[in-house]
């Protein structure tokens, strides 16, 4: 058996901190445990703090997976051509820059933010600050390997986004609420880099058939992990459609530590 959560209003409290009943619940849980997660590796190893991870980590809604230590076991990513095409193409329709989030060189991730930023997208860099990943663009263009490139918004906005990318371009989308702020993510990904494809990646690596996968959840980016689980399990605080497709609702919250409150039950 293997368990396999998302962070952000899953796994982490809403302040992005992990209970010392969460951190001791993972550290001495006898089966295997990792995530699946939007965030970068970076981004993930900083939130985490106190646990012992041991297993290939799903990162970047699927994009990439990597082992405990940051070794990159499998990357999906839109190349530069497509991507400067996408960024170039977007702009002149809608005077709109994403953030891009990737690589030139494998290993040495980017965190690419426009000069000049949208209301949003300056309101979520507070998060970055002295962050050696991001990096302001002059003349933006796209990396090598763009393993996720995110738009910010109001919600009408970007759905007008995402039918103009599904009209010219093959790619993957996912458009959710922030969990944090008064905005919208519109997530541009390869087509085959969601969380879906990524867990079924990870079921390959680990040689371990779906149905010994339970996963954990609370927004629309994870529905496609659920399709690919055994098992799937949503915190009390996840979207009702969420709820919906979930095997188990759990009754605590992810402030309630609802994900180590389920793992317990189970050593």
């Given at each position: 058996?293997?368990?396999v959560?998302?962070?952000?209003?899953?796994?982490?409290r809403?302040d992005?901190?992990?209970?010392?009943?969460s951190?001791?619940?993972?550290n001495?849980?006898?089966?295997?445990?990792?995530?699946?997660?939007?965030?970068?590796y970076?981004?993930?190893?900083s939130l985490?703090?106190?646990?012992e991870?041991?297993y290939?980590l799903?990162?970047?809604?699927?994009?990439?997976?990597?082992?405990a230590?940051?070794?990159?076991?499998?990357i999906?990513a839109?190349?530069?051509?497509?991507?400067?095409?996408?960024?170039?193409?977007?702009?002149?329709?809608?005077e709109?820059?994403?953030?891009?989030?990737?690589f030139?060189?494998?290993g040495?991730?980017?965190?690419?933010?426009?000069?000049?930023?949208?209301p949003?997208?300056?309101?979520?860099?507070?998060?970055?600050?002295?962050?050696?990943?991001?990096?302001?663009?002059e003349?933006?263009?796209?990396?090598?390997?763009?393993l996720?490139m995110?738009?910010l918004?109001?919600?009408?906005?970007?759905?007008e986004i995402k039918?103009?990318?599904?009209?010219?371009?093959?790619?993957?989308?996912?458009?959710?609420k922030?969990?944090?702020?008064?905005?919208y993510?519109?997530?541009v990904?390869?087509?085959e880099?969601?969380?879906?494809?990524?867990?079924?990646?990870?079921?390959?690596i680990?040689?371990?058939?779906?149905?010994?996968?339970?996963?954990?959840?609370?927004?629309?980016?994870?529905?496609g992990?659920?399709?690919?689980?055994?098992?799937?399990?949503a915190?009390?605080?996840?979207l009702?459609?969420?709820?919906?497709?979930?095997?188990i609702v759990?009754?605590?919250?992810?402030?309630?530590?609802?994900v180590?409150?389920?793992?317990?039950?189970i050593?």
């Amino acid at each position: 058996m293997i368990f396999v959560t998302d962070l952000d209003k899953t796994f982490l409290r809403s302040d992005l901190s992990i209970s010392e009943f969460s951190k001791k619940t993972w550290n001495e849980f006898k089966y295997p445990v990792t995530i699946a997660t939007a965030r970068s590796y970076k981004g993930s190893k900083s939130l985490l703090n106190g646990l012992e991870l041991k297993y290939p980590l799903i990162l970047l809604d699927g994009a990439m997976i990597a082992s405990a230590d940051g070794e990159i076991i499998k990357i999906t990513a839109i190349d530069k051509i497509l991507g400067d095409e996408i960024v170039q193409k977007v702009y002149k329709t809608f005077e709109d820059y994403p953030l891009i989030v990737g690589f030139d060189i494998p290993g040495d991730e980017k965190f690419l933010y426009p000069k000049k930023l949208n209301p949003y997208q300056a309101h979520l860099l507070k998060n970055y600050q002295n962050d050696s990943r991001v990096l302001n663009i002059e003349k933006f263009r796209a990396l090598k390997h763009n393993l996720k490139m995110v738009y910010l918004g109001d919600e009408t906005f970007l759905k007008e986004i995402k039918k103009f990318l599904h009209t010219h371009f093959n790619v993957e989308t996912k458009l959710t609420k922030d969990a944090y702020g008064p905005y919208y993510f519109l997530t541009v990904l390869h087509p085959e880099a969601d969380k879906a494809h990524g867990l079924k990646h990870f079921e390959e690596i680990m040689d371990i058939d779906k149905t010994d996968v339970t996963v954990f959840g609370d927004n629309i980016n994870d529905l496609g992990m659920f399709e690919w689980a055994g098992t799937s399990v949503a915190v009390k605080n996840a979207l009702e459609e969420v709820k919906k497709r979930a095997d188990i609702v759990l009754p605590h919250t992810n402030d309630e530590d609802a994900v180590a409150k389920y793992l317990k039950e189970i050593q």
